[in-house]
Structure formats: C-alpha cells, structure tokens
C-alpha cells in the first residue's frame, strides 16, 4: 500500500511505521488518521509483521499534536467526533493490537503525539525527545486518550500537573516518571529499539499477545482480572508453543516458537 502521509518498511518481522509530515512536525491530521488505521489492519492481517514500532519522520518531531489546522472549523459534536474516530480506529487499536507496538520518540511527542506514544505499548525515546499535553494552552483538553493513559502509566499527581500546566518535560525527566522506559542518544534510538522488539518477537507470540491482553485489562477500571489471568494461563497449556517451550529448557536449547 502506498501511502501519503506514512512511510512504512518491513525487515525481519519489524514493521517500521514512519509519520511522514516533517515540515508539519508530523502533526495528525484526518489523512494521517486515516492511514494509520489502514496500515494497523496490515499489521493485524499480515503474518510476517510480528512486531511494530512507530516513530516520526526526520529529528525534530515524533509527533507535535494533533493539526491544530482542523480546529477552527469544529464545534462540539464535531470534535467528538474527531476524538471518537481518532480512539476507535488508531489509539484503540494499536493498545489492543496483539503484536507488541513500541514507541520510538524521536523529538516532541505533544498533545496527539504524547497520547499516540502512550497507546503504544510502551516507549523507547530519543535524549532530545520532549513530552507534553498542551492543550490547556488551546482551552482544550486531551481527546485520544491522554486523560486516562497519562493518568494509568504517570500517576494522577503527575498527569494532572502535565494536563493542568501544559507543561513540557524533557526525556530524562519522562523517563524518571516512568513515561518512557529507555533513554538512548539519537543516533541509537532506531537500532536500540529494534533490538528490544526482537528480544520480544523471539518469545511465543501467543504468551506475548495474552500479557498485553492482560495488562490493558489491568487498566480498564473492571473487575475480575486474576480471574482472566488464571483462565488465560491455563488456555496457554494447550498451545504447541508451550510444549515447545517447557521442552527446549528441559533439553537446553532454544525453542522454536510457531505461534500455535
Ligand atoms: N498542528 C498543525 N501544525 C503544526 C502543529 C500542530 N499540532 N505543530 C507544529 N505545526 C506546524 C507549524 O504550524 C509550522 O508550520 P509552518 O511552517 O507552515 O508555519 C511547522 O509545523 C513547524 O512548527 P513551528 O511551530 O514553526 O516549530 P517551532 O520549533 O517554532 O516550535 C513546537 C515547535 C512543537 C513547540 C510548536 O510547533 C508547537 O507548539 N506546536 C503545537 C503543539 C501543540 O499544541 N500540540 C497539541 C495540539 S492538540
């Protein structure tokens, strides 16, 4: 599929997705919106995605909201819509997704860029990464997710003061507070998180898809999830990747997951 506002490369079962709108600090606009929803149905369908990371195109931006550009024209049931659309065919859908989605921050990651990191399943971001939700600044607030995500992953403390003052915080600080787990310099940033989503696609892809599942239950406010865990492990059991797994440690050597 070729794309316009996307660049996308598949290498060793890693899917590259790049937001292509550098000279607009990759902002999210409706066809950014929309093709991102398209390129997450191939990596849902296509088997030999087995892992996703998505980042910004050139130095400057992961990406710097959501295009402010659309704003003017909006009123109330039109920007639910926006935040509705966003959620259910991008945010939603890469939280949910059941390959490993990881977040390569490689500049500012503000309002819709700091939510579209936050979706991911977590973040890996470049020394001059900066993270923020400025929409206080619009007399807005957070539309794809950030209320609840930044709340889940920061603490309700830290979110409101981020939410409240829209306020940037560098990467050293994001990753103090447990908004980014690893801080590599620029230049490493893409090889150093190839290699922790290979670390994560050599696992049995079925145990990986169970965790986030598990994890995204953890924080949907519902109860019963020591419940799905147990149910959860023992359907596990009856997969030829566990079999393989409990016979490969036993035989030392290293197993040959499928995904069955
Ligand atoms: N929506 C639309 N366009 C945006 C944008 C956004 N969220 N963020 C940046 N851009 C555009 C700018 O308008 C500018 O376009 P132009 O060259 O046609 O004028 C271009 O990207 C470069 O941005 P610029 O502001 O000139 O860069 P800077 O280095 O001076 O500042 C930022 C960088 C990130 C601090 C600044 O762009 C900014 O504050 N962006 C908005 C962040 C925001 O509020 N996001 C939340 C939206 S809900």
């Given at each position: ?12 079962g890693?899917f590259?997705?790049t ?32 892992g ?17 550009t659309?704003?003017l024209s ?7 819509q ?5 959620q259910?065919l991008?945010?939603?859908k ?13 500049g500012?990651a503000?309002?819709?860029?700091c939510?579209?990191a ?19 600044n ?6 794809y ?6 709340t889940?992953?920061?603490?309700k ?24 787990n ?16 290979q670390?994560?696609i ?9 965790v ?5 239950y953890?924080t ?33 050597r ?5 995904g069955?």
């Amino acid at each position: 599929m070729n794309y316009t506002t996307l660049h996308t490369e598949l290498e060793n079962g890693i899917f590259l997705l790049t937001i292509n709108r550098p000279d607009k600090l990759n902002a999210l606009n409706r066809t950014v919106i929309a093709e991102l929803a398209h390129a997450l149905d191939e990596v849902a369908v296509n088997p030999e995605i087995r892992g996703v990371i998505l980042t910004g195109s050139g130095n400057k931006a992961f990406v710097a909201g959501a295009d402010i550009t659309e704003f003017l024209s909006l009123d109330g049931a039109g920007g639910s819509q926006l935040a509705a659309r966003g959620q259910a065919l991008v945010f939603d859908k890469i939280e949910q997704s059941s390959k490993p989605v990881l977040a390569a921050v490689n500049g500012f990651a503000l309002g819709g860029g700091c939510e579209l990191a936050m979706a991911c399943h977590f973040r890996v971001a470049a020394a001059h990464a900066k993270f923020g939700q400025p929409e206080v600044n619009l007399g807005l607030i957070p539309g794809y997710g950030g209320t609840q995500r930044l709340t889940w992953l920061v603490g309700k403390g830290r979110a409101l003061e981020l939410m409240m003052t829209g306020q940037m915080v560098d990467a050293a600080e994001a990753h103090r507070i447990g908004l980014v787990n690893h801080v590599f310099s620029t230049e490493e940033l893409l090889t150093r998180t190839k290699e922790i989503l290979q670390v994560i696609i050599s696992k049995a892809p079925l145990a990986v898809a169970e965790v986030i599942q598990l994890s995204n239950y953890a924080t949907s406010g519902q109860a019963g999830g020591l419940s799905r865990e147990i149910s959860a492990f023992g359907k596990l059991f009856d997969t030829a990747d566990a079999k393989e797994g409990a016979a490969a440690f036993l035989e030392k050597r290293k197993p040959q997951f499928t995904g069955h």
